[in-house]
């Protein structure tokens, strides 16, 4: 870029404040927003003495995911919460998608927070050296709703869902005998009331704060992919940075990740039970359902290990993960 | 702070007035803005992205799709055949046919969400159609554009999703609350109408029509008039969403036009392909543009200084309603209506809170406020479909369109002074 | 003007004429790609019960060269949307400088448009769509051809302008280059031989 010139070094006079533009694509409800606000940019604010100020933009006003991963490259944005849209040019990060892999939530967070982020974060920056990943927070686990009766693995078969335009999403939706269709996110509202799909996967925040409830009948809580949020940064200005101030934020990402995954896990009952009172008929998903559904999405996974050869050894590592 | 507001405007008014295509003075003040904030900000990339960004839109597909369905509608002639089916029932009432335009805009705005989705569609018939019959182009376009607006307040409703789902309020009672605005709306356009077609309404003095003529235009204009009829049933019986229905109408357009009515040639079907292509993409480039003055704006933080400023106001909901409206209508000059909500929603909620100002109610005025840029230049999408369809230039349409606009501005006002115009009707739907 | 130069001049007209003709016909296909893929879409969602993924990210990515090329047209044709109330009042020298200016600032922001659209495709070209694995590469460098044919827009315009003397009112004039795209099409080609 043109003059992204470098904010005030440490040893520069205090009176100099660099400002960190944070862009990520929540509602500030979501969990991972709700940290950004509460502990990042309050953290970060807080210890730096006020030499470094953040500006938080919720909900994708900053820019969508692939623009907000664009700007953290050029280091047109400070730092970006995304998922993985780097995932073609650097296909480890498929992991982030990968369908059924941990036990639950809290074997997810355990992952996210631990060695296995670490190791990943230097192989991201060896690929991207322009940034570097400060934290891996929760997106939500995706669940499936709709609005014809979805209570058990047979239900699938010759509805119509929504899913992202992503081989995996699709083909998930496809092997368990659904159809996926493309729709853009701001007509999924719509053609939800309308029919034209009758359902869609999402975490139940995003059922709760896209208002989905209000036209769709069913939940069926697979969690069938728990996505994670990147915390990104732009490497030069990270390192223009004095390492006092780098290692403010490195712990801010941090403890803000770590606060993510703990706010999602106690917001999932609370979800739940809001859905719930919103007259959605919320169905688990058994040990035997997830198995049986394991069994049918083989096809979508044998493809996944074909296509990938880096998957099988980390998928290995982080199941075994306890 | 006020420097930056201040360049910003300074720099695009004046690359407009210096005549400048709008879509590169809103570059140039971007760009200008962006040199002055500096560091990260100044950087040559975030046009590209921004520019990109601001074309890859499923959404806006609507638009060339509509547009297409309208220029086939026009050479196939099912235009002629559905004015000709108007004109029985209106073409004796002076301004019949811009009656016929308001009510069908409301009618497609119970279908739609999108005012620039309904505008391509119905400008795209209805200007040509009004011109045709006699009516001031500049005049009937102006008329479009703005009778469209109701478009994003009758339900359903884009803006109020996106409202709805920042500020966590439930969208179906948005919906509900938007029903009664929508029909005080239209009230309001028929009576702008009226004294706007005194001077110069175009009347029809041929002598009244046998019952068997009438029958006979009817009949044959029967295909014509079932592709609304296919439109609504496909959009409200979930066969297609409301970009998928531009193409729909494409097709049965291209089907009464070469297969019943004969009259549509190859020719004017690759025509019809160019100047589509060519409309839309000068309607997408200036709202791509917009994109990258929307993301300087943005990071210039000015929208929320300015309403932070407001905090001492929340004993005074009126007040703090006036200005905060007042605010959104300036901003939408220059910004579009989704960023737009999805900027100042979260900055003005926690004032409405604190004034405790029921939160359905404000957002249905919020997005009246809102949805009065869309006529406003210099970032007037949908003035920049009506001038696009209705082929003429931005000056001539901004002379028609402003009394309208004053209008529906008073609506907002008179919201705002009289909450129970929105409230009491949503209480007897249950919202 | 002599009338070698005016020969020489309306030859290479022809040939930009053609060449824009091609453009047109381009994002013709482009729109026809759209509406194909999107109504086979409702067919096969209503009929069929089925989807299919990449007729999402094809008729994405050809809305994206649609409005890139058409907007280069309409630049040539003076069709972008503008008012032009202060240069039509004010007396022929002020025209002029007016029009310098307008071509000066579209030059130089495109000048700019095109560094950042040269410096994001480079950043992504290793990177491609999710569906189609369409590169990322061949997105973003429609910015560098916007940019670029933007400025050489701007400079003809300038030579009209300075060395031709036009009149800036001429200039300015939105002008479509015929309705019928074939018509033109068969002259040209009739030229070309
Ligand atoms: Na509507
Ligand atoms: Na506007």
């Known amino acids: 870029g043109c003059g992204a010139k470098p904010a005030a070094s440490g040893d520069a006079a205090p009176a100099e404040v660099v400002t960190i533009k944070v862009g990520d694509n929540w509602a500030e409800t979501h969990p991972m927003a709700m940290a950004i606000d509460n502990v990042f940019k309050k953290q970060v604010e807080e210890k730096s003495g006020g030499s470094i100020k953040v500006d938080v933009y919720h909900s994708g006003t900053l820019g969508n995911e692939t623009e907000l991963w664009d700007g953290v490259r050029n280091g047109a944005v400070e730092v970006a919460v995304i998922g993985t849209c780097m995932n073609q040019e650097f296909t480890t990060m498929l992991i982030s998608d990968w369908p059924f892999l941990y036990r639950d939530i809290e074997h997810a967070k355990k992952v996210w927070t631990g060695a296995i982020a670490e190791e990943l974060n230097g192989k991201f920056h060896e690929k991207f050296p322009e940034t570097y990943i400060l934290g891996w927070g929760p997106n939500s686990a995706r669940t499936f709703t709709s609005n014809k009766k979805l209570e058990s693995v047979d239900d699938f078969k010759g509805q119509k869902f929504r899913m992202p335009a992503n081989p995996i999403h699709v083909g998930i939706a496809e092997n368990l005998g659904a159809s996926a269709q493309v729709i ?6 719509s053609s939800l009331e309308t029919g034209v799909v009758d359902g869609q996967d999402n975490g139940m925040v995003t059922v709760k704060s896209e208002a989905l409830y ?11 992919i728990i996505a994670t949020l990147e915390i990104i940064t732009n490497a030069k200005f990270m390192d223009s940075l004095s390492e006092e101030q780098q290692q403010i934020i490195k712990d801010a990402a941090k403890a803000a990740s770590e606060q993510a995954w703990t706010d999602y896990i106690a917001s999932v009952d609370a979800d739940r039970q809001f859905l719930i009172d919103n007259g959605v008929t919320v169905t688990p998903c058994t040990e035997e359902d997830k198995a049986l559904i394991i069994e049918k999405i083989q096809p979508t996974l044998d493809k996944l290990y074909a296509e990938n050869d880096w998957a099988k050894e980390l998928v290995e590592k982080i199941q075994a993960v306890q | 702070m006020i420097l930056t507001l201040t360049m910003f405007l300074l720099f695009l008014v004046g690359g407009i007035a210096l005549g400048l295509p709008i879509a590169i003075a809103l570059i140039f003040c971007g760009i200008c803005t962006a040199l002055y904030l500096g560091g990260s900000n100044a950087n040559v990339q975030i046009i590209a992205t921004k520019l990109m960004s601001g074309t890859d839109s499923v959404t806006m597909m609507a638009l060339p799709f509509f547009v297409m369905a309208g220029e086939l509608m026009n050479r196939g002639g099912l235009t002629k055949r559905i004015i000709n089916f108007c004109n029985i029932f209106v073409g004796r009432v002076k301004g019949g046919l811009g009656y016929v335009t308001i009510l069908a805009c409301l009618m497609f705005a119970s279908l739609v969400g999108s005012a620039v989705a309904s505008t391509a569609a119905l400008g795209a018939i ?3 159609m009004m011109a045709k019959s006699g009516y001031d182009r500049a005049k009937a376009a102006g008329l479009v554009a703005s009778a469209n607006i109701v478009a994003p307040i009758m339900p359903p409703s884009i803006p109020m999703i996106v409202y709805g789902v920042s500020a966590g309020v439930s969208i179906k009672s948005l919906f509900m609350g938007g029903i009664f605005p929508a029909i005080y709306f239209t009230v309001i356009m028929c009576g702008v109408w009226f004294f706007v077609c005194r001077k110069d309404g175009v009347k029809s003095n041929e002598p009244r029509l046998s019952f068997k003529e009438t029958l006979k235009v009817f009949l044959s204009g029967l295909w014509a ?3 609304p009829v296919i439109i609504l049933v496909g959009l409200r019986g979930g066969i297609f969403t409301a970009t998928e229905a531009g193409v729909v109408a494409v097709v049965y357009a291209l089907f009464v036009g070469i297969v019943v009515y004969r009259e549509l040639t190859l020719k004017d079907l690759f025509t019809s392909f160019i100047s589509a292509a060519k409309m839309s993409a000068v309607v997408m480039f200036l709202a791509a543009a917009a994109n990258v ?3 300087l704006m943005t990071v210039s933080r000015i929208p929320q200084a300015i309403t932070e400023s407001l905090s001492g106001l929340t004993s005074h909901p009126i007040l703090l309603m006036t200005i905060l409206m007042t605010i ?19 900055i003005m909620l926690p004032l409405i809170t604190a004034a405790g100002i029921d939160k359905v109610y404000f957002g249905i005025v919020f997005t009246l406020a809102n949805v009065l840029g869309l006529t406003s230049p210099p970032v007037g999408p949908v003035l920049n479909v009506a001038c696009a369809t209705g082929k003429i230039r931005m ?4 002379k028609p369109v402003i009394p309208y606009y004053l209008f529906q501005m008073a609506l907002v006002y008179l919201f705002i002074l009289f909450p129970g115009l929105i409230t009491v009707p949503l209480g007897w739907l249950g919202g | 003007m002599s009338s070698g130069i005016s020969d020489k001049m309306s030859g290479i007209t022809k040939m930009i004429n053609f060449l824009f003709r091609t453009i047109e016909i381009l994002i013709a296909i482009f729109l026809a790609i ?5 109504f086979a879409n409702v067919v096969l969602r209503f009929v069929f019960h089925k989807g299919f993924a990449y007729s999402e990210e094809v008729a994405r990515i050809s809305f994206i060269y649609l409005v890139y090329l058409g907007s280069i047209v309409a630049m040539k044709e003076n069709n972008h949307l503008m008012v032009d109330s202060l240069i039509m009042k004010v007396p022929m020298a002020a025209k002029r400088v007016i029009y310098f200016l307008i071509q000066g600032i579209t030059i130089w922001i495109m000048a700019l448009l095109t560094q950042g659209a040269w410096q994001v495709s480079l950043l992504n070209k290793n990177n491609s769509w999710v569906v189609t694995h369409y590169p990322v590469f061949f997105i973003q460098f429609a910015g560098v051809v916007l940019g670029v044919a933007f400025i050489i827009i701007c400079i003809v315009n300038l030579i009209k302008l300075i060395i031709l003397k036009e009149d800036p009112i001429d200039l300015i004039k939105p002008h479509d280059s015929g309705e019928d795209p074939f018509a033109d099409f068969e002259q040209d080609k009739a030229v070309l031989k």
Do not use: R, S, W
């Not at chain 2, 209508?329 to 979260?346: A, E, K, Q, S």
């Open chain 1, 184 to 189: 853009p996110l701001n007509e999924l509202f």
């Open chain 1, 214 to 224: 209000e036209v769709q009948k069913y939940l069926y809580e697979t969690n069938h």
């Open chain 2, 126 to 128: 209805l200007i040509p």
């Open chain 2, 225 to 227: 008039l079932l592709l």
């Open chain 2, 293 to 295: 003055a929307a993301y």
């Open chain 2, 328 to 346: 959104i209508i300036v901003m939408g000059t220059c910004v579009d209506v989704v960023p737009t909500i999805l900027i100042m929603t979260p």
């Open chain 2, 395 to 398: 000056e001539e349409i901004i």
């Open chain 3, 34 to 38: 759209m509406i194909i893929l999107t």
